[in-house]
């Protein structure tokens, strides 16, 4: 759809969460709004037969290095969560159930929860936490306790993971403007470059 | 040495290619001059689990768009080398042997070889190709045989591959700036960001 960037992110992921603090005006400088659809990096490492940034020898450190110099750099509020990465599947099929009638919704919940982890040191895994963030946002607790138990929820996030990879989706942020596709919060910059090349 | 960017490079990696063309300008901004470096891919993706972007499932289809596009979004010539990602051995042997007593004309052989390789489609490992240019800098043809055929240099080399592995280089470009390490050619905007903060 033209009018959307579609913003593809794992909530475990550094660069994904500095991204999702950008891609709002990104996309307003572009006449769109984000389309936000949230991964899982699980079965994309598989299939690449690549592993989570922090388990790699020697990019580990650098990393964790440049996760928090990047936040500065761009001056985002970030704090090395201790436990890291972690699974969120919880978080998305939230996202995933909020993005099927709001999509507006769905991307204030996933800012939340991507500051709850990144920013401000929540175990995102937490029930706790998600009702907290839902709550602040008027979404109903006992809605959001149904869909995340929902079969067709867990099924719709399987088939989007499968759907993404489908696409060519590997890694976390992932954008397509157009089907153009860009990897990395770093591809943000190019992003605009590219949009003034093709006028848009 | 405070007066250099430190800059490794592999003469197979496209980003490394892209980098060379910019890392000049970007060191006099800074008031420095680079200490061009060349390595050898192969045992760092050995010690990362790592392998060339261009042999990994959907990475490689991205990768070979995104050189391209980066190229284009830079205004950098490029043209994909059918036959990549190859060896490199001996040019970076040469520019080991070169910095070895002038640092500048390693720089002018680098940029050259790496011009060779993905803007006007040579092979490299030709030694015609590696005699052209070092010819056209004014480079004996004879000494370098013997330099590229000398056991000190292929030890330097062996040696400075393994020097920068234990100061956590794993990738092309991997670039210094009084310590601080950058990983790509994406990162070189972040190190004008990093310098303005840094009062660089």
């Known amino acids: 759809m033209a009018d959307f960037i579609d913003f593809y992110f794992d909530f475990s992921s550094?660069?994904?969460?500095?991204?999702?603090?950008?891609?709002?005006?990104?996309?307003?400088?572009?006449?769109?709004?984000?389309?936000?659809?949230?991964?899982?990096?699980?079965?994309?490492?598989?299939a690449t037969g690549s592993a989570p940034l922090a388990d790699i020898p020697l990019k580990r450190e650098y990393g964790l290095h440049d996760f928090a110099r990047s936040a500065d750099l761009f001056d985002i509020p970030y704090q090395q969560p201790s436990d890291f990465p972690i699974g969120t599947v919880t978080a998305a099929r939230v996202t995933v159930w909020l993005r099927g009638h709001d999509m507006a919704l769905a991307g204030k919940f996933a800012k939340r929860i991507y500051a709850d982890y990144f920013a401000s040191g929540l175990d995102i895994r937490e029930p706790t936490v998600i009702h907290a963030a839902a709550s602040d946002l008027g979404i109903s607790i006992s809605d959001l306790d149904v869909a995340v138990n929902d079969q067709a929820i867990k099924d719709q996030l399987k088939a989007d993971v499968a759907a993404a990879m489908e696409r060519g989706v590997f890694g976390s942020p992932f954008i397509f403007v157009d089907n153009e596709p860009f990897w990395g919060f770093d591809r943000l910059a190019y992003i605009r470059l590219w949009a003034q090349k093709h006028n848009i």
């Open 14 to 46: 550094p660069y994904g969460y500095l991204a999702s603090t950008q891609i709002d005006n990104l996309a307003a400088d572009l006449g769109r709004t984000v389309n936000w659809c949230p991964i899982l990096l699980g079965p994309m490492f598989k």
